[in-house]
């Protein structure tokens, strides 16, 4: 087996495809015509989004995403070498902070937002394993 | 999930339509019974004959929360409109209050919806009944208030009805009991009674087609243990889990993009 997609539900992917873009420089690789779901470009491991109604259809339940309430215990991080950047690209497209960039013992700068849907997000420096 | 044969549905979208969750119809080629699962939601049907004589009748439901038998004869029909949890208003006005496990039937039903009295004659068509039924439930204005409340059924479906209404309400950003007052006022019913609705369809499914035990069900679907699960089940659909009925028509009541379910 491999990991082959990590799918975020949400309210609306066509907002979330577009503020992804916007935030984190990402680019949409796919979009079903009836905008519920789509794939954004991310290499071998995709990043995916799918509307939230599509999940009772299959006897599913979760605690939906939202800005109001606490984060779900899970996380995506994107790695780039310049932190401070991102980091405000992504506040000035509509995160809200978490934690601002900072460097942390083992060597790497991180920094935490919420995105439109109030999920986590890392932003970071890559690590360094043979450090 | 199954269908019974004769029924055809189609969905609406919230972006499609604002009242209407659902347009259905249903045809009996002989007599008979069948079992009608509680969903929580108003309905306004036409129930009508393939004999054209047989002068059609109005009638409303109120928001179900009992399992409830429904007899019919050969050629009987039905034309309906579901309408989304939060807008049963549309049907009862202030009388949602008092409209719970109610059924309107004729005179009762025209009271209501005065405007649909003048449908009921002999040899109306199916597609005169489907207009007439849309244009004046997506006619109907609006009260303010329905989105938050509209918000909370959405998260209600999400999570298979296994928010609390503490959980409910710091979403929604209000009190607990302005939540339920708002709740009760569209809906018809208390958060908690829609919430064990949502759970108890979900609980359904899960011992029907996840393929576990009745416990490894009762889990997933959040109840305290299989008794919980079993009282529910009692309760909503008047059987227990293990000898759930084989022609069983389990609806879907995820309440908006999807679903199905049977006419009464």
């Known amino acids: 087996m491999k990991l082959g997609y990590a799918i975020i539900y949400v309210k609306n992917v066509l907002e979330t495809v577009t503020f992804y873009e916007t935030a984190f420089g990402l680019t949409q690789r796919f979009m079903h015509e009836s905008t519920l779901y789509a794939e954004m470009e991310t290499g071998d491991t995709v990043l995916s989004f799918s509307a939230e109604e599509v999940i009772e259809l299959d006897g599913l339940a979760f605690a939906p995403n939202e800005k109001s309430a606490i984060p779900a215990g899970w996380e995506i991080c994107f790695i780039t070498e310049d932190v401070q950047a991102a980091f405000e690209k992504a506040l000035a497209a509509g995160c809200a902070t978490v934690s601002k960039p900072h460097e942390v013992p083992w060597g790497q700068t991180i920094s935490y937002v919420r995105d439109l849907n109030g999920c986590l997000v890392e932003i970071a420096t890559p690590m360094n394993l043979e450090g | 999930m199954r269908l019974p044969d004769g029924y055809q549905e189609r969905i609406y979208t919230p972006q499609q339509a604002r009242s209407l969750e659902a347009v259905w119809r249903h045809e009996e080629p002989q007599a008979g019974r069948s079992l009608i699962l509680p969903d929580g939601r108003c309905d306004v049907i036409v129930r009508y004959n393939a004999d054209l004589d047989v002068v059609p009748r109005l009638v409303v439901t109120g928001p179900a929360t009992q399992p409830y038998w429904v007899e019919f004869e050969s050629g009987d029909r039905w034309i309906g409109v579901r309408l989304r949890p939060e807008r049963g208003g549309v049907l009862w006005g202030d009388a949602l209050a008092r409209a719970k496990n109610q059924v309107a039937l004729e ?158």
């Open chain 2, 107 to 264: 005179e009762e039903a025209e009271a209501l919806v005065p405007e649909l009295a003048g449908l009921c004659v002999a040899g109306v068509s199916a597609k005169d009944l489907r207009q007439a039924l849309v244009r004046f439930v997506e006619g109907r204005p609006l009260r303010p208030e329905g989105q938050r409340v509209g918000e909370t059924v959405r998260r209600l479906h999400l999570t298979g009805g296994r928010f609390s209404v503490t959980e409910l309400a710091a979403r929604a950003r209000c009190s607990t009991r302005h939540l339920n007052r708002m709740f009760v006022g569209k809906v018809g019913l208390s958060v908690k009674s829609y919430a064990s609705l949502v759970q108890f369809h979900r609980a359904l499914r899960l011992v029907c087609e996840a393929g576990g035990s009745l416990s490894d069900a009762a889990f997933e679907a959040g109840y305290a243990d299989q008794a919980h699960m079993t009282r529910a089940m009692r309760r909503f659909g008047g059987f227990v889990p293990s000898d759930i009925p084989d022609d069983l028509i389990r609806p879907d009541v995820s309440g908006g993009l999807w679903g199905n379910r049977v006419a009464r």
